[in-house]
C-alpha cells in the first residue's frame, strides 16, 4: 500500500467539492416540489445528521490511527467486518454510478442534446480515472485550485442574482408544519452522507486531530452555499415553476442577466463539472483503494482500470432508460439505502468499538 | 526568514494569476460559433389559424458580415418562415423543411402571440416552451393586435431585426411599459392567484405608414386573453407593481386654472397587506411616493409648508383614485388577478388560500380593497421657489 499524505487545507476541499458538486441539479429536483420554501429546513436536519456521521468516523479515526473505513471495520467487527468493508466500497462504487447517471443525463439534456450520453461518461471516466490512478496527493493538489474556482462561481451566481429576487416567494414559511420537512430531510442526509468518504481518506491526513473540524466546516461551508443559492432560485422562479420543472438551479441561471451578458449558466456548468470531477475522483480513489485493502492488493491501480469499463457503461445498462425506475431509485431506494449504510453501519461499527473500548478498559 | 516567505507568497500568487489569464486565451472569441453554419431565431410568433390550428412564424436573422469586413450589405436582414400546424412541433418541422438550416433557439429575444390565438386560449401550446430545453427563458412575450405574420413582415423600425428593438424598449429604466418574460408568464397561465399579463403591440397609421406603438397591455385569465388595459392605465398599474419608471402625474389646482402641476413619481413602494376579518377576506394597499415636481404653477410658494401641504395631499388624493380605479377594473370588470392578490393571501394565511383558490375569480370581485397613499415632494428643480425680497 502506498501512503498518501494531504494536508488539512486539501481535505477541506475535496469534502467541500464533495458536498456542493455533484448534487447541485439532482437534489433541488427531489426536495424543491416536496418543501419548496421550506427546504433549508431539510438541508440543516441533513447537515446535522452528517455531522454525527463525522463523529462517528472521526473517533473511530483516532481510535484505530492509519486505518481506513474498510480497514477498521475488519479490526472491530472481525470476519463479519469483511462483510461491511465490501459493503462500503460497493456503495462508494453504487454512489458513482448513480451519479455518472445524473451527470450524463443533464448534460444530455440540458447542454449537448444531441450527442450520445457516452460521450459524457467517456470524457468524464477518462479523467477521473487517470487522476485516481496517480493517487491521492495528485487528486488533493487539484482540488485546492479548483474548489477555490468553485466557491468564487457560486458566489458570483448569487450575487448576480440579487437584484432579479423577490424574497416575498419564500413565503409562507412552514405551511404545513415541520413534518414534510423533516420527510424530505432524507434527500440532503443521504447526499451528504457520501462524505463518508472522509473515513477512507482520513488516514492520509497529515494531522489527523483536525479532521473533525475541518469536515464539519467544509460541510457547513458547502451546505452554506448550496442552501443559499437553492433559496435564490425560488426566490427568483417563484415555487410554482420552481417545483414544476427539471433542473430547477440550472434554469435559474438561464434566466440571469448581467448588464449585457446573458447566458450566466456557463458558470453553473463550470461549477458542476469541475465539482464532478474532484467528486468522481475521490470517490474513485475512495472505492478502489477500500477494494485493494479488502482483496489484500497491492496496489489500488488494477481497481481503477478494472472498475472504470462499467463506469463508462452507464449510459447503456439496462435500467439506465427506464424513467419510472429512475425515479424510484433515486426518489426512494438510493435515500434509504444511502442512511442505512452511512447512518446506520457506521453506528453499528461505532458501537461495537465502544463496547470494545470499555472491555478492554476494564480488563 | 520572513521576507523570503513572504515573496514565496507573492511568487505564488503572480504565478496564480499568469495561469488565470491563460483561460482568457483558451476561449477565443466571446461565445464563437460559426454563424455561417447557425440561423439566430430573433423571434417565433404564434396565431390562429383555421380547424383550431396554429401558424407559427419564425423570424431568422441573416447573418450578414460588416462593410468592412467583406460582407456586402445588401442581404435582408432577416427571413421569416410560417408553417401551420395542430402543435407548434408539428409547425416546427415544416419550418424545418423552408428554413434548411439548423435553427438556434437560445437567443430568441421574443415571443409573439397573435390576440385572435390568445383569445382562443394558448394554454395547449405553451407545454412545448415547459418542455424545450432549448428556448430562452428570458424572452419576452408580446400580444400582436394585427396578425403575427404581417407584424414580422412589415413592422419597420431603426434597427434591422424589429425584436431587437422591442426588447430593448422593455429594458431601458425610461419606458413605462412592461411586459413579462417567458419564466414569469409560463406559471402564471397556469395560476389563479397570480394571472398573467403581456405587453400589446398595436399597429398605428400615421401618415401612410404603419408605426408598431408599445403601449397597451393585454390581460390573461387563465390562459385566456380577457381584455385590455389602455396607456392610461397601464401606468398607474405598473405603480401597483412597485414599478415607476419614468412615470408622470398631471393634474391641474381648481383654483389655480386650467395649466397641469406635472409631477414625476421616483420612487414607489407598494404594500398589498391581506386582513382576515370573519372569515372575509380583506386588502390594504399601502402605496409610498416620493415625487419630483418638474413643472408648476405661478402663484404657487412652494417654499411654504401650506403649499406644500396642499400639493402633497392633492397628489396622494390623484394617485389614490387612479388606482381605486385601476382595481376595481381588474378585479371587477376583467376579473383577473394580475395584480397578485391570491399570491399574497397564500403568503400570509396559506391555509385560507387552500379553500379560496377554487372560487377565487369570484372572490377577487367582491373583495374589498382599501387603498392608502402617502405622497412626499422631495425635488422641486434647479429654481428657487422663493418669493424675492427686492419684489
Known amino acids: 500500500m502506498e501512503r498518501y499524505q494531504i494536508s488539512g487545507r486539501q481535505f477541506f476541499f475535496i469534502i467541500f467539492a464533495a458536498v456542493v458538486s455533484l448534487i447541485i441539479f439532482s437534489l433541488p429536483t427531489q426536495l424543491i416540489p416536496e418543501v419548496k420554501q421550506d427546504l433549508w429546513l431539510s438541508m440543516v436536519i441533513g ?82 480515472s487517470w487522476a485516481a490512478y496517480l493517487g491521492l496527493e495528485s487528486i488533493a493538489r487539484m482540488t485546492q485550485i479548483i474548489s477555490v474556482i468553485i466557491l468564487i462561481a457560486s458566489l458570483l451566481l448569487i450575487l448576480f442574482s440579487i437584484q432579479e429576487l423577490r424574497l416575498d416567494y419564500l413565503l409562507p414559511q412552514l405551511e404545513n408544519g415541520v413534518a414534510p420537512a423533516i420527510k424530505a430531510a432524507k434527500y440532503p442526509a443521504s447526499w451528504f452522507g457520501i462524505c463518508i468518504v472522509m473515513g ?20 457547513l461551508l458547502g451546505a452554506l452555499v448550496m ?81 472504470s469499463i462499467i463506469v463508462v457503461a452507464v449510459p447503456l445498462l439496462p435500467a439506465s432508460n427506464n424513467a419510472s425506475f429512475a425515479a424510484l431509485y433515486f426518489d426512494k431506494l438510493f435515500p434509504l439505502l444511502g442512511l442505512l449504510i452511512e447512518g446506520g453501519f457506521t453506528t453499528l461499527i461505532f458501537a461495537v468499538a465502544l463496547i470494545r473500548h470499555y472491555v478492554e478498559r476494564g480488563k | 526568514m520572513l521576507a523570503g516567505k513572504f515573496n514565496r507568497h507573492v511568487a505564488l500568487g503572480l504565478k496564480g494569476i499568469a495561469l488565470l489569464s491563460l483561460l482568457l486565451l ?21 396565431d390562429a389559424a383555421p380547424d383550431n390550428q396554429i401558424e407559427l412564424s419564425i423570424q431568422l436573422v441573416n447573418p450578414k458580415l460588416s462593410v468592412a469586413a467583406g460582407g456586402s450589405g445588401q442581404r435582408r436582414p432577416f427571413a421569416l418562415y410560417t408553417a401551420v400546424g395542430s402543435t407548434i412541433y408539428e409547425a416546427m418541422d415544416g419550418i424545418r423543411k423552408q428554413a434548411k438550416k439548423e435553427m438556434f433557439f437560445p437567443q430568441t ?14 394554454g395547449d401550446y405553451m407545454d412545448f416552451f415547459w418542455r424545450d430545453m432549448q428556448q430562452n427563458p428570458i424572452s419576452s412575450v408580446l400580444i400582436s393586435r394585427l396578425s403575427v405574420r404581417e407584424l414580422l413582415q412589415q413592422s419597420q423600425e431603426l434597427v434591422e431585426i424589429p425584436a431587437d428593438e422591442w426588447v430593448e424598449f422593455f429594458r431601458n429604466r425610461e419606458n413605462p411599459a412592461d411586459t413579462l418574460e417567458m419564466y414569469e408568464f409560463l406559471p402564471r397561465l397556469e395560476q389563479v392567484g397570480y394571472q398573467a399579463f403581456a405587453a400589446g403591440l398595436t399597429p398605428k397609421s400615421k401618415e401612410e405608414k404603419e408605426i408598431v406603438t408599445i403601449d397597451e397591455v393585454a390581460v390573461f385569465k387563465k390562459d385566456k386573453l380577457v381584455g385590455w388595459l389602455s396607456e392610461p392605465e397601464v401606468q398607474v398599474f405598473e405603480w401597483l407593481r412597485g414599478d415607476s419608471k419614468g412615470s408622470v402625474v398631471k393634474f391641474s389646482l381648481e383654483d389655480q386654472g386650467t395649466k397641469p402641476i ?67 377594473r381588474i378585479n371587477q370588470e376583467l376579473n383577473s388577478d394580475i395584480i397578485g392578490f391570491g399570491q399574497r393571501i397564500y403568503q400570509t394565511y396559506p391555509h385560507y388560500w387552500k379553500e379560496a383558490e377554487p372560487q377565487w375569480n369570484e372572490e377577487l370581485a367582491r373583495m374589498n380593497v382599501d387603498v392608502n397613499v402617502t405622497a412626499h415632494i422631495i425635488k422641486a428643480g434647479l429654481r428657487l421657489d422663493k418669493k424675492y425680497h427686492d419684489q
Open chain 2, 262 to 328: 406635472v409631477f414625476e413619481l421616483e420612487m414607489i413602494r407598494v404594500r398589498k397587506a391581506p386582513r382576515l376579518r370573519n372569515g372575509q377576506i380583506e386588502f390594504s394597499v399601502d402605496i409610498h411616493v416620493d415625487a419630483s415636481l418638474k413643472s408648476s404653477v405661478k402663484p404657487l410658494d412652494l417654499s411654504s409648508v401650506s403649499a406644500n401641504d396642499l400639493l402633497e395631499k392633492e397628489l396622494e388624493e390623484h394617485i389614490q383614485s387612479s388606482v381605486e380605479r385601476i382595481i376595481a
Open chain 1, 47 to 128: 447537515v446535522l445528521i452528517d455531522i454525527y456521521v463525522a463523529y462517528i468516523l472521526y473517533w473511530l479515526g483516532r481510535k484505530y490511527a492509519g486505518q481506513s473505513l474498510v480497514q477498521y471495520s475488519r479490526t472491530v467487527l472481525g470476519p463479519i467486518g469483511k462483510v461491511f468493508g465490501l459493503i462500503f466500497v460497493l456503495f462508494f462504487f453504487l454512489v458513482i454510478l448513480s451519479t455518472m447517471w445524473l451527470f450524463c443525463k443533464f448534460l444530455s439534456t440540458a447542454l449537448l442534446p444531441k450527442a450520445p450520453a457516452m460521450l459524457f461518461s467517456i470524457t468524464m471516466t477518462l479523467v477521473v
Open chain 2, 109 to 122: 429575444r421574443t415571443i409573439i402571440i397573435g390576440e385572435t390565438l390568445a383569445k382562443r386560449g394558448i
Open chain 1, 227 to 307: 442552501t443559499v443559492t437553492f433559496l435564490c432560485s425560488l426566490a427568483l422562479l417563484g415555487p410554482y415553476l420552481a417545483s414544476r420543472i427539471d433542473f430547477p438551479i440550472y434554469y435559474f441561471s438561464r434566466t440571469l442577466r448581467v448588464t449585457f451578458f446573458e447566458r450566466i449558466d456557463v458558470l453553473m456548468l463550470l461549477i458542476y463539472i469541475s465539482g464532478a470531477f474532484i467528486t468522481f475522483s475521490a470517490l474513485y480513489f475512495a472505492a478502489s483503494e477500500g477494494a485493494a485493502q479488502l482483496f489484500g492488493s497491492r496496489s489500488h491501480r488494477g481497481w481503477v482500470l478494472g472498475s
Open chain 2, 26 to 46: 483558451a476561449s477565443g472569441c466571446w461565445g464563437q460559433r460559426n454563424i455561417a453554419q447557425l440561423t439566430v431565431v430573433a423571434a417565433i410568433g404564434l
Open chain 1, 200 to 219: 477512507m481518506l482520513m488516514p492520509h491526513l497529515i494531522n489527523p486531530k483536525q479532521a473533525l473540524k475541518l469536515k464539519v466546516s467544509a460541510v
